[in-house]
Structure formats: structure tokens, C-alpha cells
């Protein structure tokens, strides 16, 4: 007990909530893989701010959302784990077509709120399942859209604790991906739609629900889309052609319903979800000779190697 004293004294002060060796499997959709060395719920931004100014730079920081396009490898993650809660949950109306959004807001509160105030051109991020933070930091979109068409600007808080707004421009977005800086987590993010009516923008929104309804595994513990789409190409297509569909390796499963989407079945391991992803990629190379990029993050190292990405 006195070396995690000791190990915890030597950890900044928070007012928030630290905790150690904290289970990750029961925050990701997946519900797999190892814990957080340290998990850490800030109070606010300026608690996050203060926190990383005076956390050793050699330790890794990493930020988690609503954990829904991630594996978490089993032998866990070191460092710390930043989760947004309420405080960062907010999302306002600030004028017909402007919203300011919490980083740890999601996308269907986002969406709702837009639709109440009259703003139309957010619907998509209705069908993200994730937060405003991840939004900002993979380019999230759906049906046509994503985060780069919308965002105006992102509050962030650097690893050095440095509090910065960077313009969409600055995070030079691309295809499921942004420039924001390692360690750096969203807490803030302002979106920009159009005037529209509600009762449109719920149309809208009831449309898109109903396609991914229709499309997706969404009542199964999964990751959401796998893959990136390759140039000229869908993924889900080139899987489903390679003989991936229904595929398993023990408990995780290649959706038969929607091929872009791993499943766990009941007692996959993090190894066994992302074994059958490289099981799929063989098999796509070989048939295809595509090389697909992984969408879903993986993070954290594997027990049998101690070693990560």
C-alpha cells in the first residue's frame, strides 16, 4: 500500500476524480480489453489545464470518449485516460445557425439541440456514435457530411496544459483524420449549420436513424466501421467479396448484417477482435490487393508482448 501512496503523492492534485488501475472494458462499446493505469474525470477545463501542466512530460495521455471506434488492447493502457463528463457535456444555441458544444458531448445531443434552435446541417452527427471530442479529432461523418464541413473552431487543451483555439483550417483535416497535436484533448468545440426548419431537420434526422437501423448491427457490442474506404472503393464491398462476411476467430465475428463492423459476440478478447481485423485485411489484400487502413483506434499494449501501437 505505501508504494501506490507514493506513487499517487507523486501525481499532480486534481479536483476532480483520479483512479487507479481503472477497468476500460465496461466504457467501450466492444467490452473488452485491459484497464487505465490512471483515469482521470477533471472537475473543468482549468482542472485538466492545471493537471497536465504539472504531470511528468514522460507520461502518455490519452483522451477517451464515448469509446465507440476503439479496442482497447488487454494488457491495458499506461499512462493516463482523460474521460469528459458533465462538466464538458453541454451543448448552446448561441445564435440561428452557431452552436458551442462540450468536448464530452454526443452527437445526438448536438444534433437535438440544433433541430430546437432551428439550425439544420448538423443531422448527421445524429448517426455518430461518439462525443464532440473524437468528432473534432477523426473528421466523424456520415451520409456525405463530416466534422470538417461544420466545425468553426476547437477549444483544446495541449499535453503541455496549454489552453489553445485552433480554426477547422488549423487541424488540417483529412479523410478520418486532423493534425490536432498528440495528447491533446477537445473540451470545447463551435459548429456552424444553416437556418432550417425543425420539423425538416427531425425528418432528417428520423431518416438517417432509420437507414443505420436499417444497415447496422447496432444492438451488438462493436466498434462501428472498421475500416477507412479506400479510394474508389467501399470497404464494407471489398470485405463482403474477400468471403469475410460471418467470419470469426472465437468470439468475435465479422457482422453479417453490415461487413464493416467486427462484433463480440459474448467473451471475445481485445487480441481475438483485433486478430479477426488482420484476419480480414489478409484476405482483402490477397483478393483485391487493397491494403485497408483501420478506422477503429487501437490503443494500449498486448499482454503476451507488452507492446502497443
Not at 511528468?56 to 485516460?81: K, Q
Not at 464530452?104 to 439541440?113: F, Y
Not at 448538423?122 to 473524437?134: A, D
Not at 487543451?157 to 477547422?168: C, H, K, V
Request: with cysteine; hydrophobic share 45%.
Amino acid at each position: 500500500m505505501g508504494a501506490g501512496r507514493s506513487v499517487v503523492s507523486a501525481l499532480p492534485p486534481v479536483r476532480g476524480r483520479l483512479t487507479a488501475q481503472a477497468p476500460l472494458a465496461p466504457l467501450v462499446w466492444f467490452k473488452a480489453g485491459g484497464a487505465a493505469q490512471w483515469l482521470f474525470e477533471p472537475a473543468d477545463a482549468d482542472d485538466l489545464g492545471d493537471f497536465l501542466r504539472a504531470l511528468d512530460p514522460a507520461m502518455p495521455v490519452m483522451a477517451l470518449g464515448l469509446g465507440s471506434n476503439l479496442i482497447v488492447r488487454d494488457g491495458g493502457v499506461p499512462g493516463v485516460v482523460i474521460r469528459l463528463g458533465k462538466p464538458f457535456a453541454g451543448v448552446a444555441a448561441l445564435d440561428g445557425i452557431t452552436l458551442r458544444c462540450g468536448g464530452g458531448a454526443s452527437g445526438i445531443l448536438v444534433s437535438s439541440t440544433a433541430r430546437d434552435a432551428g439550425v439544420a446541417g448538423l443531422e448527421f452527427l445524429r448517426s455518430i456514435p461518439g462525443t464532440v471530442g473524437g468528432f473534432v479529432r477523426m473528421n466523424g461523418g456520415a451520409y456525405g457530411r463530416e466534422t470538417a464541413d461544420v466545425l468553426v473552431e476547437a477549444d483544446v487543451i495541449l499535453r503541455s496544459g496549454e489552453r489553445r483555439t485552433l480554426s477547422a483550417g488549423e487541424l488540417d483535416y483529412t479523410y478520418r483524420d486532423s493534425a490536432l497535436p498528440e495528447g491533446a484533448v477537445v473540451v470545447a468545440a463551435t459548429f456552424r449549420g444553416v437556418p432550417g426548419e425543425s420539423a425538416a431537420i427531425q425528418a432528417e434526422m428520423d431518416r438517417i436513424a432509420a437507414a443505420r437501423e436499417a444497415s447496422q448491427p447496432l444492438r451488438s457490442k462493436t466498434g462501428g466501421s472498421t475500416f477507412k474506404n479506400p479510394d474508389g472503393h467501399k470497404a464494407w464491398a471489398l470485405v463482403d467479396a474477400a468471403g469475410c462476411r460471418g467470419l470469426r476467430r472465437g468470439d468475435a465475428q465479422v457482422s453479417e448484417k453490415h461487413t464493416n463492423f467486427l462484433l463480440n459476440l459474448g467473451t471475445a478478447t481485445s487480441a481475438d477482435i483485433e486478430a479477426l481485423g488482420e484476419d480480414v485485411r489478409a484476405r482483402v489484400k490477397a483478393a483485391h490487393d487493397v491494403e485497408l487502413e483501420w478506422e477503429i483506434q487501437r490503443v494500449g499494449v498486448a499482454p503476451e508482448t507488452g507492446e502497443g501501437a
